[in-house]
């Protein structure tokens, strides 16, 4: 028994090892500068292998014209493609093979299989790497040779090294395991269950969240769009202060940060509507009305904005139905122009208010509802039993089950004050209102996308979240201090 529990935890030892270069081959998989196959340099410095493996467009897309004109074979690059695809196999099953070494001793014995398969596969795909590298030095006209750069880059020789690692570990995991006893089944305890499960949610939200973190780098470059990274247009802090001392630009983000504080705090000050609105949805006896006003009030969230100011349109326009009707009636001269409700700028913070709050309450009600199922329903008799009626049931039960979730929204809310969204404020924006609907997305939008300022846009995105995770620590500290409770 001491001899099974000693080989064990020197294969653990092992598994350790292996799970750090795998997740090591893993993150290296989304960052371009790791990228294995980059053979020529002129493929685009975005390109990670990933993006390789499941783009051949994007990986040849800077070489439309060396193909044109025979510079370059177009053969070699197709062998990159392949061997970017058959080393993005042999990772996933590099995955497999390290989630299943949580596993007890025969599922970790399967799982090196995975990681001896996944090892050798890489391999292959090394090897056309170096068959596509080889086919390209071998294929460019020899005045072209310095512009398409055929070169070994440093991603390679990490991946030879890191797929070297997981080969040895798996190899001495599988000698130094313990036979596997007749009879035993395929086991995991259940906490690494819970975390398998969570995985892809964290690579979700490592690609979609953390990894553009990457792109903060332009900001301490003095970047045009379509220029490459290099320590000759490194600039440093100088976009930095750019920001603040320019008076125009500082002007600007003054007026667009009042916008957004006042839009923000709008949906903060209101955001006990939803809430409201469910509890009194679940108070509907009629089933078949309550599920008709969920549906009708939840809709609206899955409309994009094109198609709401469509509707807006049709509504409020000089043609609009308002207009159309206010004739009718005999309130407006047939002749008359009618009023452009859209275009003013009156009132835009509130109109802006309404239709988010119309397109969002019903889908915003959802987790409140979902809290209100989940309160003791005991309580309810109990209140009965004492004669309480269904506002006080309300008031002294529903209410005070759904503060905590309220109050965690709250404090997301808080700290998203300054993320209004884009989409709302682009396709509601006209010449007399851009001055007072212009948020900051929208300024970042313009700046970055629209005046090509990408480095600017780049600091204020920065700037942004920074605030955003000091709201959040901030409200935190105070819902500790005032409640008792905190979600951080």
């Known amino acids: 028994m001491k001899e099974k529990e000693k080989k064990k935890g020197a294969a653990e030892e092992l598994f350790i090892i292996q799970r750090i270069a795998i997740i090591l081959i893993i993150v290296a998989t989304f960052f371009p500068a790791f990228s294995p196959t980059r053979v020529s340099k002129m493929i685009s410095d975005n390109n990670s292998l990933f993006t390789s493996a499941v783009s051949y467009s994007s990986l040849t897309s800077e070489f439309s014209r060396a193909f044109r004109m025979n510079w370059v074979s177009e053969n070699a690059f197709v062998v990159v493609y392949i061997a970017s695809l058959v080393l993005l196999l042999g990772i996933i099953g590099l995955i497999v093979g390290g989630c299943m070494s949580l596993g007890n001793v025969r599922m970790r014995k399967t799982g090196i299989l995975f990681s001896l398969a996944g090892t050798v596969v890489g391999v292959v795909g090394l090897v056309l790497t170096i068959v596509g590298y080889n086919t390209v030095n071998s294929t460019v006209m020899s005045n072209k040779l310095e ?123 209101t955001s006990w509507i939803p809430m409201i609105f469910a509890i009194f949805l679940c108070e509907m006896k009629n089933l078949t009305f309550r599920r008709f006003v969920q549906t009708f009030t939840t809709i609206p969230n899955f409309i994009s904005w094109v198609l709401v100011y469509a509707l807006a349109l049709a509504i409020f326009s000089t043609d609009g139905f308002i207009n159309t009707f206010m004739k009718e009636l005999g309130l407006m001269a047939q002749d008359a122009r009618g009023v452009n409700y859209l275009m003013s700028s009156k009132f835009i913070w509130i109109k802006m208010w309404a239709w988010g709050t119309w397109k969002g309450v019903g889908w915003s009600a959802i987790i409140y509802i979902a809290g209100i199922s989940g309160i003791d329903q005991s309580l309810y008799e109990a209140a009965t039993v004492d004669g309480a009626d269904r506002f006080q049931k309300m008031r002294h039960i529903t209410l005070p089950g759904l503060l905590p979730t309220f109050f965690v929204l709250l404090l997301m809310a808080i700290a998203g004050c300054l993320s209004n969204g884009l989409d709302q404020y682009l396709v509601f924006r006209n010449p007399q209102n851009q001055d007072t609907i212009r948020v900051l997305d929208l ?6 996308i629209g005046g090509g300022s990408i480095p600017l846009s780049t600091v204020i995105g920065m700037a942004k979240s920074v605030i955003s995770v000091a709201l959040l620590f901030g409200a935190n500290g105070v819902s500790k201090v005032l409640r008792g409770e905190s979600i951080v």
């Open 443 to 448: 300024w970042v939008y313009d700046l970055g």
């Open 147 to 269: 512009q398409i750069g055929p070169t070994i880059p440093t991603g390679f020789y990490i991946y030879a090294v890191l797929i070297g690692v997981v080969l040895l570990t798996s190899l001495a995991a599988m000698v130094s395991l313990p036979k596997v006893e007749k009879g035993e089944k395929y086991e995991m305890e259940s906490k690494y269950k819970l975390f398998l499960m969570f995985l892809p949610f964290i690579a979700l939200a490592f690609a979609f969240c953390y990894l553009p973190l990457y792109g903060w780098r332009y900001a301490f470059f003095d970047y045009k769009s379509g220029d490459v990274l290099t320590m000759s247009n490194f600039v440093g802090l100088k976009w930095f202060s750019y920001l603040f001392n320019n008076g125009a630009t500082r002007a600007d983000l003054l007026h667009v940060m009042r916008n957004t504080l006042i839009m923000s705090f709008l949906g903060v000050g």
